[in-house]
């Protein structure tokens, strides 16, 4: 979606507020969430993605928002698309008499282990590429309300393909639990000239990775 | 964190309301058994003392070392880092780009917060919020000028913007009079500003810097 999320490009964000050193988690809360998410993430029942629920956030919000802060609305919201919780539960803290789910929750052990696994979205099935390195490509004007990795600033602009990075389940789909889809990832390079116009570097260069329904041929 | 940062959304010592909805969720989550607090208390753990940019720059510094090693990782950054003992989930699929004299490397996710995790760890605030995001694609040599990195005219300047299924980190430069070092204290002067590309390394670490 042409969300806030969808950022590269824009100016008027402010400085880059630069630390040379900071703590991993600002706050145990932070660490908290991130570890929550992970572990119920690793139970696999899940039916939506992390960032669709971080994209659906309103434009003010999500600026104002700290980053662990979209973590902690997007676990809730992933939790109840999936059925694992109910908003009354997250209002009165307390189970529904009627909650009947089987213990999901992962041993320290397992938890740790699924954090060092390879994930799911690279697939093992063979499927043809329609590219070919060294290819000209057009990133498609495409404008869906759901979740995309094509980022606006490529929409309808001309690359190269540098690499094939293989087979994965396509993240516009399955990160509703609508399908995988799968298909090939390409590295397409982009002339920084191309993406910006003429004030850019001359031989600078942006490189996306951009899921074959994303690509025509140029 | 200091007092001076009050102000910026993207720190994080602003109210308690997120804490206690966090624990009061927990709470919810442990009764209904969807999660394990142990579990939870170890991932922490994990993500604050067991990986981070340690990781990367034992890579880097065996890549300096053995040309060999070198080639492998530049080919089949995954794998490579594997043979080091580094593996995770977010960062299963890692490309690993090098810098040179002619070519340097910039590390960036504008969609969110894409980070090779396995070598680097969680990524800092500054890397994940909007001023860098925006500005790394559309104008990567300023940014790269306010962390101190002047680059001449005539090097390309290739910016990864990691949307999809890839983490990136860039293999820096091994700087010129380093050649005396050992692969421990090449280890040493490598900081994970080198490894987003924002830094460059310099023959000696200085203090504080990362």
């Given at each position: 979606?042409?969300?806030?999320?969808?950022?590269?490009?824009?100016?008027?964000m402010?400085?880059?507020?630069?630390?040379e050193?900071?703590?991993?988690?600002?706050?145990?809360?932070?660490?908290?969430?991130?570890?929550?998410?992970?572990?119920?993430?690793?139970?696999?029942?899940?039916?939506?993605?992390?960032?669709p629920?971080i994209e659906?956030?309103?434009?003010?919000?999500?600026?104002?928002?700290?980053?662990?802060?979209?973590?902690?609305?997007s676990?809730?919201?992933?939790?109840?698309?999936?059925?694992?919780?109910?908003r009354?539960?997250?209002?009165?803290?307390?189970?529904?008499?009627t909650?009947?789910?089987?213990?999901?929750?992962?041993s320290?052990a397992?938890?740790?282990?699924?954090?060092?696994?390879?994930?799911?979205?690279?697939?093992?099935?063979?499927?043809?590429?329609?590219?070919?390195?060294?290819?000209?490509?057009?990133?498609?004007?495409?404008?869906?309300?759901?979740?995309?990795?094509?980022?606006?600033?490529?929409?309808?602009?001309?690359?190269?393909?540098?690499?094939?990075?293989?087979?994965?389940?396509?993240m516009?789909?399955?990160?509703?639990?609508?399908?995988?889809?799968?298909?090939?990832?390409?590295?397409?390079?982009?002339?920084?000239?191309?993406?910006?116009?003429?004030?850019?570097?001359?031989?600078?260069?942006?490189?996306?990775?951009?899921?074959?329904?994303?690509?025509?041929?140029? | 964190?200091?007092?001076?940062?009050?102000?910026?959304?993207?720190?994080?010592?602003?109210?308690?309301?997120?804490?206690?909805?966090?624990?009061?969720?927990?709470?919810?989550?442990?009764?209904?058994?969807?999660?394990d607090?142990?579990?939870?208390?170890?991932?922490?753990?994990?993500?604050?003392?067991?990986?981070?940019?340690r990781?990367?720059?034992?890579?880097?510094?065996?890549?300096?070392?053995?040309?060999?090693?070198?080639?492998?990782?530049?080919a089949?950054?995954?794998?490579?880092?594997?043979e080091?003992?580094?593996?995770?989930?977010?960062?299963?699929?890692?490309?690993?780009?090098e810098?040179?004299?002619?070519?340097?490397n910039?590390?960036?996710?504008?969609?969110?917060?894409?980070?090779?995790?396995?070598?680097?760890?969680l990524?800092?605030?500054?890397?994940?919020?909007?001023?860098?995001?925006?500005?790394?694609?559309?104008?990567?040599?300023?940014?790269?000028?306010?962390?101190?990195?002047?680059?001449p005219?005539?090097v390309?300047?290739?910016?990864?913007?990691?949307t999809?299924?890839?983490?990136y980190?860039?293999?820096?430069?091994?700087?010129?009079?380093?050649?005396?070092?050992?692969?421990?204290?090449?280890?040493?002067?490598?900081t994970?500003d080198?490894?987003?590309?924002?830094?460059?390394?310099?023959?000696?670490l200085?203090?504080?810097?990362?």
């Amino acid at each position: 979606m042409n969300g806030i999320h969808d950022m590269g490009g824009m100016h008027g964000m402010g400085p880059i507020e630069y630390l040379e050193t900071e703590p991993v988690f600002h706050e145990a809360w932070e660490g908290r969430t991130y570890a929550i998410s992970c572990a119920v993430q690793s139970t696999g029942k899940l039916r939506l993605g992390l960032r669709p629920p971080i994209e659906n956030i309103p434009a003010g919000e999500y600026l104002r928002m700290s980053y662990y802060e979209r973590w902690l609305i997007s676990i809730i919201e992933r939790m109840v698309a999936s059925d694992l919780l109910t908003r009354d539960e997250i209002e009165t803290g307390r189970p529904a008499t009627t909650s009947a789910n089987a213990p999901l929750a992962l041993s320290p052990a397992d938890a740790l282990a699924a954090q060092f696994k390879i994930p799911a979205t690279r697939l093992s099935v063979q499927i043809g590429a329609r590219f070919r390195l060294g290819q000209a490509v057009r990133a498609r004007n495409i404008n869906p309300v759901t979740h995309t990795r094509l980022p606006r600033y490529a929409r309808g602009k001309s690359g190269t393909i540098e690499r094939d990075h293989g087979v994965f389940a396509f993240m516009d789909t399955s990160a509703y639990s609508a399908g995988e889809n799968p298909q090939h990832v390409y590295s397409v390079r982009f002339a920084a000239r191309e993406l910006w116009g003429h004030e850019a570097a001359p031989h600078d260069a942006v490189y996306l990775d951009l899921f074959e329904d994303y690509l025509e041929p140029a | 964190m200091t007092a001076s940062h009050n102000h910026d959304p993207d720190h994080q010592d602003v109210p308690s309301d997120p804490a206690l909805r966090v624990k009061a969720l927990e709470s919810l989550l442990v009764a209904k058994g969807l999660v394990d607090p142990a579990a939870l208390d170890a991932l922490v753990d994990t993500y604050e003392n067991k990986v981070g940019p340690r990781n990367g720059a034992r890579v880097v510094a065996r890549a300096w070392v053995d040309p060999d090693y070198k080639k492998r990782l530049l080919a089949s950054g995954t794998a490579a880092i594997a043979e080091l003992g580094y593996s995770s989930n977010q960062g299963a699929d890692i490309g690993v780009v090098e810098n040179t004299h002619q070519v340097h490397n910039l590390i960036v996710c504008t969609l969110c917060s894409c980070y090779p995790w396995p070598v680097l760890g969680l990524p800092p605030v500054w890397y994940k919020s909007a001023p860098y995001r925006s500005r790394a694609v559309i104008d990567p040599r300023s940014v790269l000028r306010e962390m101190g990195t002047e680059l001449p005219a005539d090097v390309e300047l290739r910016v990864w913007d990691s949307t999809a299924e890839q983490r990136y980190f860039v293999l820096p430069e091994r700087p010129a009079g380093t050649e005396q070092l050992g692969e421990e204290q090449l280890a040493a002067l490598v900081t994970r500003d080198a490894m987003i590309g924002v830094k460059k390394v310099m023959p000696q670490l200085e203090v504080g810097r990362r």
